[in-house]
């Protein structure tokens, strides 16, 4: 199943100032790459980064850790501090952080902190390209969880042309566009999600709902059986396996 970006989170961003890195910049790529490998030893070391004046870095790198592990409250929590704190010292990093708050506040499930946050990172200005493509995406995501739809239908129109190469992109604006009735769009973005992630599961089965809603019944069928084949016992296969059965021949007494 296709997953959201993390906003390359294990990626540093560089710094305001010019030149060549600092002590603190080279511990925090460090403890980076190590929160990839081995998130609870990174999670020890950043902790203790942190406690001893580490600020944003060691934070960022703690909510990384945290994020690897799967704990994302506590690490929307540490990219929070991170955003604050990386405010304070003027760094342009922040709307980084804000984005990475936010994509985890929705992992935890709170679309109202992950609106706040991903509100924060796009009003910075700095975020460029994919990364704010993905801002844009996540707060869509927000959006629709707070049934906000026309929202969400702008910053997935956003999201499309600076996440272009990102297949989630495509498939929640098409599966936004079936929900407010669009066909039109939903075909056409549909299209692009197959383009890029045909062997998707979650795409296969979208593209069996929008089939099915445009009285499509072969394409629905073909869709809905493929996403059973490429993932059986994942959410998106067990939905196509329940759609499909609309098709099976009634059962004789």
Sequence with gaps: MILPLLLLAAAPVSATQAGPPST?????????????????????????????????LAQQCLGV????????SAAAAEFDGAARTAELAKD???????????NAWLAAKDA?????????ALAA???????????????ARAQVASKDLAGARSDLDQAVVDAAADP??????????????????????????LKL????????????????????????????NQAV???????????AKAALMQFAPPITP
């Design 24 to 56: 603190s910049e080279e511990r925090g790529a460090r403890c980076l790459d190590l929160a990839t490998k081995d998130p609870a030893k990174a999670a020890d070391e950043a902790g203790r980064w942190k406690l001893s004046g580490g600020g944003f």
């Design 65 to 72: 850790a945290y994020t690897n592990n799967e704990q994302w």
């Design 92 to 102: 342009r990093r922040a709307a980084l952080y804000w984005a990475q708050a936010g």
């Design 112 to 120: 109202g902190k992950a609106r706040a946050a991903l509100d924060a």
């Design 125 to 139: 200005g700095t975020l460029t390209g994919l990364q704010r493509g993905e801002a844009y995406l996540d707060r």
């Design 168 to 193: 989630l992109a495509w498939l929640l604006s098409a599966t936004l566009a079936r929900r407010m009735d669009d066909l039109p769009r939903a075909k056409k973005d549909i299209a692009e999600a």
């Design 197 to 224: 992630s045909g062997e998707d599961a979650s795409v296969q089965f979208e593209a069996g709902n929008i089939a099915a809603l445009a009285g499509d019944e072969a394409g629905a069928k073909a869709a809905w």
């Design 229 to 239: 084949a490429i993932a059986p016992q994942g959410d998106a296969g067990i939905a």
